[in-house]
């Protein structure tokens, strides 16, 4: 398995912008699909983004289409999330995940490795 930190969450207001960042542990990086999920207090884990293991392919939820841009490097074992145009909605804690295929998924069962979170709050 492999190990994911996520760094990049804090406090920004409506409007603005911030970019997450998951670093990755091990050697097969390009081997896995990667993906953000945030959960809120009191909502269930939601699917934000995912990124296939070349980048070629993207998929976003709707809340955030437009807004958000999960990209990855490969090179720097690293998976990024640009947040723009942040509503009060957005604040949650975001986790990176990895799923053990070639192909993205926006189910969170299909991840196998899950960072601990990073606090993401936007203020109106």
């Known amino acids: 398995q492999v190990q994911l930190v996520e760094s990049g969450g804090g406090l920004v207001q409506a409007g603005g912008s911030l970019r997450l960042s998951c670093a990755a542990s091990?050697?097969?990086?390009?081997?896995?699909?990667m993906g953000w999920f945030r959960q809120a207090p009191g909502k269930e884990r939601e699917f934000v983004a995912v990124?296939?293991?070349?980048?070629?392919?993207?998929y976003y939820a709707d809340s955030v289409k437009g807004r958000f841009t999960i990209s990855r490097d490969n090179a720097k074992n690293t998976v990024y999330l640009q947040m723009n145009t942040v509503k009060p909605e957005d604040s949650a804690v975001y986790y990176c995940?990895?799923?053990?295929?070639?192909?993205?998924?926006?189910?969170?069962?299909?991840?196998?490795?899950w960072g601990q979170g990073t606090q993401v709050t936007v203020s109106s």
């Open positions: 091990g050697r097969t990086f390009s081997t896995y699909a």
């Open positions: 990124i296939n293991w070349s980048g070629s392919d993207e």
């Open positions: 995940a990895a799923k053990k295929s070639y192909s993205a998924s926006i189910y969170p069962t299909s991840f196998g490795s």
